[in-house]
């Protein structure tokens, strides 16, 4: 493997990790209340953005997109949006980095507005399946190019008469629900979408928060969400949580270590989430929430983690949307345990920053872990220790690079991970808060 040195950071063993601390906050709410503020009439005032390359990425194309958008000193964001159907169509191609959510997203946000956009993203993103959202954004009659397969780049001339349209999830993706959803807000009329397997619901809370008219109920064939079109939305104030899929990284890191003890506080608790910490505790993991709470229409609390024995575990398939970024840092957790761990329906693992099921069981193998995958399942087999030693290659992919580094802390040999620019992209001050608590995280191979 080529590393460029620059970029490479490496964890050693530690113990008693100690502290209380906040993770930056939600990706998933950051993009979406940067999209709404865009599009909503009057000023929405946005605390506790992640300030990630991929919700930058998304701010520079709601600007591009015509929103006006100031960042104060003490780190509010304030947008001035456009109104539905009001974006002009940007100057250049808009290029998304490596974020599925800002590129799936804002295709949905232009696709019945009658400008045309162009959209391009980094090496990673540029391989990752577009089908899955022109598919039904045609249906509006939006027309969209995309290079052979359904890759990026692509461009989309918006639907100058969009019509309506009603539509059954194929796959269990938030980013689908979502871009059809804000499609449907310059549509005249109900645009409806069928969700066999529930995924995260923040694109509907905050629409419902922001006015729109939005109605969900529960049939024996799945969620039904409906949105009716052509109505404006109402700025508002957003305050964003913290991510749980950054704490997921402390929250291992506590329990593969000797000792430790931390507390994340204010973190997000939305029950289509928090799938990793159930599944941690049915592991043996020593966790306890407090201080719930409800602000803005999305569950909160305050979570502390222990050094804690785990038992391997089969994980089920329909839990799966409830944590779909956790499985690379599960996966390190299932190392640590006693007996096997089986992860089952997680086929969409290959489609995500990298074919994770491959890189993670390539990264296990490196660092002495028994593991096996399929198309859509993986097994990991602890031994007694887990040696390290290796260098991961992380294939653009930030959730890689943190796992690994979280194995690290707790591995017999120092692990290192041969990008750890990469976890700018969704948790800026990852290594400096880890150390914060007591790990050994650095770049210069002194550990
Ligand atoms: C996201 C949805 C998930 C997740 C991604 C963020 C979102 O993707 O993996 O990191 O914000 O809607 P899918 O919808 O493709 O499962």
């Known amino acids: 493997m080529n590393v460029d040195s620059a970029k490479m950071l490496c964890s050693a063993k530690t113990c008693c990790l100690k502290g209380s601390v906040t993770v930056p906050g939600d990706k998933s709410i950051s993009h979406r209340a940067l999209m709404l503020g865009a599009t909503a009439i009057g000023e929405t005032a946005i605390t506790g953005l992640l300030e990630s390359e991929d919700v930058l990425n998304t701010a520079k194309a709601m600007a591009a997109l015509g929103a006006r958008i100031e960042r104060y000193r003490d780190g509010t964001w304030k947008l001035r949006g456009c109104g539905v159907g009001g974006y002009s169509e940007p100057a250049d191609i808009i290029d998304f980095g490596n974020s599925g959510t800002g590129v799936r997203l804002c295709a949905g946000l232009v696709a019945t507005t009658a400008i045309k956009t162009a959209f391009t993203g980094d090496e990673s993103l540029n391989t990752r399946p577009m089908g899955r959202i022109t598919d039904p954004l045609r249906l509006f009659g939006a027309t969209i190019d995309t290079r052979k397969g359904g890759r990026l780049p692509m461009r989309i001339k918006g639907a100058k008469d969009p019509i309506p349209v009603e539509y059954v999830l194929p796959v269990a993706s938030a980013q689908v629900k979502s871009a059809i959803l804000l499609a449907g807000l310059n549509v005249p009329g109900k645009t409806t979408i069928i969700e066999p397997v529930a995924t995260r619901d923040h694109t509907e809370k905050m629409l419902a928060g922001f006015g729109a008219d939005i109605s969900i109920s529960e049939k024996p064939d799945g969620r039904h969400i409906t949105v009716q079109g052509c109505k404006e939305l109402k700025a508002c104030a957003i305050t964003v949580p913290g991510d749980p899929s950054s704490a997921a990284f402390l929250i291992v890191a506590a329990l593969i270590t000797d000792n430790s003890e931390i507390t994340i506080e204010n973190m997000m608790l939305n029950p289509s989430r928090i799938g ?112 390290g030693g290796a260098t991961v290659k992380t294939s653009m992919d930030h959730r890689i690079a943190m796992a690994f580094l979280v194995m690290g802390a707790g591995a017999d040999k120092p692990v290192c991970v041969d990008d750890g620019a990469i976890i700018d992209t969704s948790f800026p001050g990852f290594a400096d808060l880890m150390n914060s608590l007591g790990c050994k995280i650095n770049n210069n191979g002194n550990i």
């Open 276 to 387: 990793l910490v159930t599944t941690l505790m049915e592991m043996g993991a020593d966790i306890k929430i407090s201080n719930r709470r409800i602000r803005g229409g999305e569950e909160m609390g305050d979570i502390t983690v222990r050094s804690s024995s785990l038992e391997g575990i089969t994980v089920p398939a329909d839990r799966a949307p409830s944590m779909i970024d956790e499985y690379p840092v599960l996966a390190i957790a299932a190392s640590f345990a006693k007996g096997l761990t089986r992860m089952e329906g997680v086929g969409e693992l290959r489609v995500k920053e990298s074919d994770r099921l491959a890189v993670v069981s390539q990264g296990l193998t490196a660092n002495g872990v028994t593991n096996r995958t399929g198309s859509d399942w993986m097994e990991i087999e602890p031994g007694n220790t887990v040696t």
